[in-house]
């Protein structure tokens, strides 16, 4: 019995790091879960065209690249809300947040998007990386990055 006690304190003893910093990986910090709600409202905003949404976020030197196009934040405003592409349904999966201090994220994931572009329906499947900045107003998007997966 007295060994059984001894092994299971050995273990123990062995394994309190590991368990810890397993523990300290899946702590939900601060800004993890507004980070993803602004996330899910941009994707949401997608559907409305809503510029005011899109305006309240996007820094004013934000920089977007999709595949081999750079865009400025007036551009990507214009293909927001007024381009040839209506969407019906968006959804983020998969994000996770990566968090830099208490003031600068990357946030991860998915992006599906649904709708069409004149009479052609469309799903694309986007992996995405945006970047946030806590300013006095709250957080901003100052860069972006999406990958379009090829069918």
């Known amino acids: ?5 001894l092994r299971f304190a050995l273990l123990l003893v062995l394994c309190a790091p590991a368990l810890l910093a397993q523990k300290k990986a899946k702590e939900v910090k601060p800004g993890d879960i507004e980070l ?6 941009w994707a949401a905003a997608l ?5 005011a949404y ?3 976020y996007l820094a004013p030197k934000f920089v977007y690249t999709e595949d081999d196009k750079l865009m400025r934040r007036e551009q990507v ?5 007024s381009g040839p592409d209506s ?3 968006a959804r983020n999966e998969g994000m996770e947040v990566h968090q830099f201090g208490g003031t600068t994220a990357v946030v991860t994931g998915w992006l599906i998007v649904e709708g069409k572009t004149g009479a052609a329906a469309f799903t694309h499947r986007y992996r995405f990386t945006d970047t946030w900045v806590k300013r006095k107003a ?3 998007i100052v860069a972006a990055q999406d990958y379009l997966v090829p069918r």
Not at 1 to 5: G, L
Not at 36 to 41: C, I, M, S, T, Y
Request: net charge positive.
């Open 54 to 56: 899109f305006d309240k």
């Open 138 to 140: 709250g957080w901003e």
């Open 77 to 81: 405003l214009h293909d927001l809300t």
């Open 1 to 5: 019995m007295r060994r059984s006690i």
């Open 47 to 51: 559907t409305r065209r809503d510029r």
């Open 87 to 89: 969407v019906t349904a």
């Open 36 to 41: 993803k709600r602004l996330e899910d409202q």
